[in-house]
């Protein structure tokens, strides 16, 4: 079904791994579109409660947009960015469950923007991200604008854009642009040990405040109010609420189903 990924979906967690490792996972409109597909897919699956996105080796994670397959689609920027990079990024933040990303390489220009979309960043410390837009005469696109100055502000987004340059794997992590940095042999065991963890959390509360935060970034205090109230009022006539007031009654850790 897959060209350009592997897709695997079992036990729970759909595992989406860029395969291109020719041109370092570079995202040609063929594969973005795969990309969206395997996440609505996942969406779409009860089953699933956790969502891993990587790439094949070591080198990179994403090595931004691939250049000579854009051209060769005869669309222009404007067309491409709305044909699929922003479905792309709005299914990453509409899926109401955890999409932890595996940072194992590099993630360059829109690769960074990936990254970034993501709930979760796990990386290897000796990786590093880089808005490389504006080294080629542009300006960050796939959501990038949107994400940076809420995770690290407007002076270093700006500092970061307007130069390209690389940041670490640790400088992003210090400044909150990475979830956690870790040691190249340790990269596998820390994912499997979130995933893990997010396998067995009570799916629905895990989406119902990633779509709150979601809102949070343009929304006042009346409004997050009143998400909260129809958020918990939904979370409240769940299984998994209820197994969790009896867990707790009970000083046992909860079985959460996920419903």
């Known amino acids: 079904m897959y060209q350009n990924l592997i897709f695997d979906n079992r036990d729970g967690v759909a595992r989406i791994t860029l395969n291109r490792p020719d041109v370092f996972h570079a995202l040609s409109p063929a594969l973005i579109a795969e990309i969206t597909s395997a996440i609505q897919t996942a969406a779409d699956d009860d089953a699933v409660r956790v969502v891993l996105l990587t790439a094949t080796g070591e080198k990179a994670f994403c090595s931004g947009a691939d250049l000579k397959e854009a051209a060769a689609s005869g669309k222009g920027a404007g067309e491409i960015l709305k044909e699929y990079y922003e479905p792309m990024i709005n299914v990453i933040r509409d899926i109401p469950k955890p999409v932890i990303c595996r940072m194992n390489g590099l993630a360059v220009g829109a690769g960074c923007s990936l990254a970034l979309a993501c709930d979760v960043i796990i990386a290897a410390e000796d990786t590093y991200l880089s808005l490389l837009f504006v080294q080629i005469g542009l300006m960050p ?13 407007l002076a270093r987004s700006f500092d970061l854009a307007s130069t390209g340059r690389r940041i670490s794997a ?18 596998d065991e820390e994912t499997e040990k ?66």
Do not use: C
Not at 170 to 187: D, F, K, P, S
């Open 141 to 153: 696109d796939a959501g990038a604008t949107f994400f940076l100055p809420r995770l690290i502000g």
């Open 194 to 259: 979130r995933i893990v963890y997010y396998r067995h959390a009570p799916t629905q509360a895990i989406g119902a405040m990633k779509h709150a935060f979601n809102q949070s970034m343009h929304s006042n205090l009346p409004q997050m109010l009143e998400n909260e109230r129809e958020g918990q009022e939904m979370l409240f006539g769940t299984r998994d609420v209820q197994e969790g007031i009896s867990a707790f009654l009970q000083k046992r850790k909860p079985d959460f189903q996920g419903r």
């Open 170 to 187: 640790v400088e992003a992590g210090q400044m909150g642009l990475i979830t956690q940095v870790v040691a190249r042999e340790a990269l």
